[in-house]
DNA sequence: TGATTTTCCGTGAACGTTCACGCACCTGTC
DNA sequence: GACAGGTGCGTGAACGTTCACGGAAAATCA
């Protein structure tokens, strides 16, 4: 019969937090209730085989020495409401929010939790990330950068599902076709009738890096940044894409900002200034060559036009509005959130068939092109 | 000795996740290595006292049978890692991500987790919001949109720290001096010389409904929205700023999308076509404002200046270049973070002296005004 | 060799809750 | 007046881990 923090009377009235004295039990509630613990459980969950006024007077004590049932020994006793990990480089990139988005409604639909980390600012690694969210997770989903294998060794028999990375040992995974969009981008630039076109890449990040094989450095044009190889698979695919098509692309690289992108422009509408057609890397970076255009005077789309990737919302609020290949973010996520969900559940085996999802990126016509 | 799940056979090599079989414990694991619960825990948490080989073995056994340590059962006899809650209307709003960012980046550096949702789409409200989460953290962090009482009463004594809401029982509160920010945009108008001015409020949500004490509605100006009072905390002041100041202000109102501000902007412009200086709720309204101006054939700053209010990236990205009232994000993540710090650490008094914080706009100058 | 420390490992207890029972009491029914 | 069926409440056990001990074997020292 000690309430475990101060007198009642001290507080001040409403349930305000009154400091990080030691936790009231069910055994204290049980006390001052003068009932059983059981009893205490049975106000507390609105079970059955309790009457009115012992629930309530239970229910009054609890909140009076602010009790609050201990969710480890719940979730012990209970087995585990499923909570998952959201590990994402970087939020400040308008990109990942509407996946995150997608992704906490569907979890939340679902009765999980999301753990959400966003592991970039810290100059973390995705692995670090996925190391400091296991402990506390039954499955992860996430934007790991190249670091999907010890991820999964991290996580043992937990689901992962990578998303944007090559194959590897991750339970599921979900991916872009590429190639596809390269052929769009390039086709209707072509179409229109531009004829020098040149793609920005992003610059070397952990994101990618392992798609480059070894010795295959994709066959790059002319690169205007620091004279980088293309590293992406964004990249390998727009040089794929545009060797077989027998169009000269020349190929810049840049840190993943909007600044860097149009200091990048920049420099290749110098050393190329007869481009007439880009393709850039994600519709942020796009945002700053739009400016570097209309900084070098050129019209968009009359004297170069512009495609973006991604398709996020900034892209419409840009002048002109931007012309990008969309990915429908929310839809990436409902597909990680389903993929995890079989897994979860064992209708679909980890690795197997269902367990890799190719998605496709959408030209979507706006001004720039 | 009954390892829980299949034949080790069974599996492909590598931890790849084997389905939802029943859970190995700490007893499988020390049964199959045959040694003592002890042994295993000294094993898995990089213990001191237990050989090395002993170690290594234990640790092969335990990937073998997918063992991971159950987080209930540690939490329970360690005492909780605190986990906070992260509630958010609306990710998919630019304004947000950036406060989430620094918000789980600080938390992580100080041990923490972060729960997090993202209530606005599912159409549930900050109450629902702090419900689903309650359950699962030591404290909260949240954009509650006027549910703090609820939400403190949910949370019984573990602190609450709400952001940009009216005095309640929250054991934390950030909030921002609109009265500071109403004067320097509007003075920075004036001192332009734009004489007809405008602000564009965001359409009633629950959001600062609190803050209009019935009967008192603001000094409004000219509802072209569709005749709405000025309902949010922003408004109010400036609806007061402008009257102080012996300002003529036309207000309107609308939902919170860039699209629909373009549409009320429109008719703003309509109604009141000598209109020269708008201040808008936010940024990403703003952006809707300019689109609008552009469409009337208007020169901005030239025939119309604009003020945004929050300053977010997307602001540097638009044409011209938004001139905003800048909040910091990170910094307002930080300030919630360690108020949230001070509060279970007990060295701030919930509802006491250093619990409330009041951030100040910055205005930024940029093309658009 | 015997005493002392060190290394390595095992056992009881505890964390706080729920589940599965079981017991006592009340309300009818024949 | 005994029996059946509820209603309201309490007690042992279990969830899976770590902590605080304690003990045996090995290593060190006098």
């Known amino acids: 019969m000690t309430p475990p923090s101060g007198d009642a009377s001290s507080g001040r009235g409403t349930g305000a937090y009154a400091g990080p004295a030691k936790r009231a039990t069910i055994l204290d509630v049980a006390a001052a209730a003068g009932v ?46 499923t909570s998952v990990g959201l590990s994402i480089p ?18 939340t639909q679902r009765g999980w ?36 294998d010890e991820a999964q060794a991290i996580l043992g028999r937990r689901p992962l599902v990578v998303l944007d990375q090559p194959a590897g040992s991750a339970s599921g995974r979900i991916s ?31 994101a990618g890096r392992a798609t480059v094989a070894p010795g295959h450095r994709g066959e790059r044009g002319h690169a205007s940044g620091s004279a980088q190889e293309v590293v992406t698979a964004r990249g390998q695919a ?22 860097d992108a149009r ?14 057609g880009i393709v850039v890397f994600n519709d942020l970076m796009a945002a700053g060559a739009l400016k570097a255009l209309a900084e070098s005077g050129r019209a968009v789309p009359a004297d170069c036009a512009v495609i973006g990737m991604d398709g996020i919302p900034l892209g419409e609020l840009l002048t002109p509005e931007l012309t ?13 959130v ?32």
């Open 238 to 259: 727009f040089a794929r894409s545009a060797a077989a098509a027998g169009v000269v692309l020349a190929v810049s690289v840049s840190p993943e900002s909007a600044a």
């Open 176 to 206: 872009f076709d590429y190639g596809h969009a390269a052929q769009a981008a390039l086709g209707h630039l072509q179409a229109r009738g531009c004829r020098h076109l040149a793609y920005i890449d992003r610059a070397d990040s952990e």
């Open 36 to 81: 059983s613990r059981q009893t205490v459980t049975r106000a507390m969950n609105a079970m059955p085989g309790i009457r009115r006024e012992t629930r309530q007077r239970v229910q009054d004590v609890a909140r009076e020495l602010g009790y609050t049932p201990s969710r480890f020994a719940k979730g012990l006793v209970q087995g585990a409401r």
């Open 324 to 336: 990008t290949l969309a990915l429908d973010l929310r839809e990436v996520g409902r597909a990680a």
């Open 338 to 369: 389903e993929l995890l969900d079989g897994l979860l559940t064992g209708s679909i085996e980890p690795g197997g068939p269902g367990s890799e999802l190719v998605l496709r990126h959408r030209l979507v016509l706006r001004q720039s092109a």
């Open 90 to 107: 970087d939020l400040t990139n308008p990109y990942y929010p509407a996946f995150a988005s997608s992704v906490v409604e569907l979890a």
């Open 263 to 276: 200091q990048v422009t920049r420099r290749l509408l110098e050393e190329h200034p007869r481009t007439d």
């Open 113 to 148: 939790h999301v753990v959400m980390d966003d592991y970039g600012h810290g100059g973390a690694t995705g692995a670090e990330s996925v190391e400091h969210l296991a402990p506390q997770v039954d499955a992860l989903i996430g934007y790991l950068g190249g670091a999907t």
